[in-house]
């Protein structure tokens, strides 16, 4: 009830969603045509030939764009669901499809106002309706836009099967996690390379008594010494976040920054970590949780954080939650809240049409009664549309 | 105490209740689980069909057991080489491990296939059913061993098989050499995957094992005159 108002006021301060057509995009389309004109016309049903998430409006909504081979690496290091790893090495290709939650984010993206205090955007939905990939898409669309992308894959991998779990040395009662820290700070390096340079630190930061980073230094240097000192990386991490927070809404070099976070629900709530004498860790005494729950905070302009919840990782959630107030908390939710929620849901019928013609052309349903009628009808029984579901069904018919 | 006396009059009733015994009375009929046969119309049917439906109308049918369906992707031979890999009744493990394995196929065939340039894309074979059917036909023995007692020793005689015998024998084959001959800590369905894509390129250890029964066969062919069946 509370969510359904709280939403509401916040949909009057987000402008209306418009279908965008523009004319650059439209040059684009003839260019990128003229090199596929080779290939039958029926391919065009389920694939489009606009790659760039910027230009895509709701005339594709169902239809696959490929993500271009040399953004791959660059862009999704670490966010993508491992399932989708797998078909994307097998079929050679990564096709995403454009989907109502993801399109919607984009158009609230364009149209806000990044002097304000920056909006949050929650995913929710049932297990396997498309969130990650929704999350994504915004991702993949903030980056070709430009914007500097912090994507934590999965927050849950934060708070449980830590080997190491070392005593903070900035802070006495918290928790550093050198090893999850030092693989998030490579992974950062990877996506946002061209950034590194130009940020400048705005503090002087000491870590030991001999090692210390003056006010001034490119960020690069920061995050290379993260990687390097496994020991001070998630202070480092706590570093670069309060670096990209105080420099995301500047006016001279300003950058605009997009906070995307799988699982949030994992930053509030409990943990499987347990200290020396065997009582439990909370979130807030680790210091990675500490530093990205500032993140997540509306205290700061000039970006966006997108989040998502996610079931399938959580520790001591019901398998059947779903819903922001059940997986969140109270806790999580009062610190979330204002939001704006974006509901995720199962492939509707033109979606499923898209996603089985996309499997047939991909040579991937080989079953012969699966390219039947009656197999066909019998996929969306055992299914349901769940996209998940039907990855698992089409794997092995 | 109510609940303790109203525990006793009520009837008693097993909390088991086992749906399908093995043992019914021959009075019972087997059921039949195809869609097929129920979608023909009154007009089309012959006066045999005509009177199975009329005997099916007055005699009770037996409970179909969990492993057949309605379903279009029912395999027999595939069920029946699922219910040889289960190990103590646990059939949903099994069943995973050959759908891992058929998953497992067709992501080394499709991608082999997208890669390979367009004039050899029509060989290679990506559907991992056909490649599970035709592996094993590779793995079928055409004659097989006895052992027949004459004169105090006993001698290897060739005999014909039974279609059912070599199915078994190629099944039973496959499964034991990925259960003892791989590294150990190969998971079941990569060793199952690369050996059934050998024996369906005619390569591997199944097919070297069919291999050598034929040529034990044709060595001993003396003593096939032992064979009195």
Redesign the interface.
Known sequence: MALHRLSFRLRQTVAQVRPLHGSGCGQQQEAVGMELETRPETLSIFRTQENDPACQSEQHLGQYYTVPPSHFHTVFPHGLPPRYQQQVKTFNEGCVMVRQPALELISHLKRADYSKPTMRYLLYGVKGSGKTMSLCHTVHYCSTQGWLVLHIPDAHLWVKNCKELLPSSYHASRFDQPIQASNWLRNFRTTNEHFLSKIKLRQRYVWTKRESTEEGRPLGELVDMGVSRVKSSSDVVGAVLKELRLQAGGTEGGFRLAVAVDGVNGLWGRTTLKKEDKSPVAPEELTLVHNLRKMINNDWCGGAVIATLSQTGSLYAPSSAYLPQELLGEEGFDSMDPFVPVPVSLYSEKEFESCYLYYLDRHWLQHPHSRTEEGKKELIFLSNRNPSVLERLCAFL | MSASITGLLKPWTPRLFLVRWSRYNPYYLEPEPRKEVYHIPETELTPEQKEERELKSVRPIKAATNSVTS???NDPVLSKFVNMMMKDGDKIIAKGII??T??NM??KQ??K???APEGKKAEIE?????IFHQALENCKPVIGLASIQKGGKFYQVPIPLTDNRRRFLAMKWMITECRDNKHRLTLMYEKLSQELLAAFSKEGNVVKRKHELHKMAESNRAYAHYRWW
């Open positions: 379903s279009v992707f759908t891992q058929l998953e067709k992501r499709v991608e296939y997208h890669k990506c559907n991992p059913y056909a």
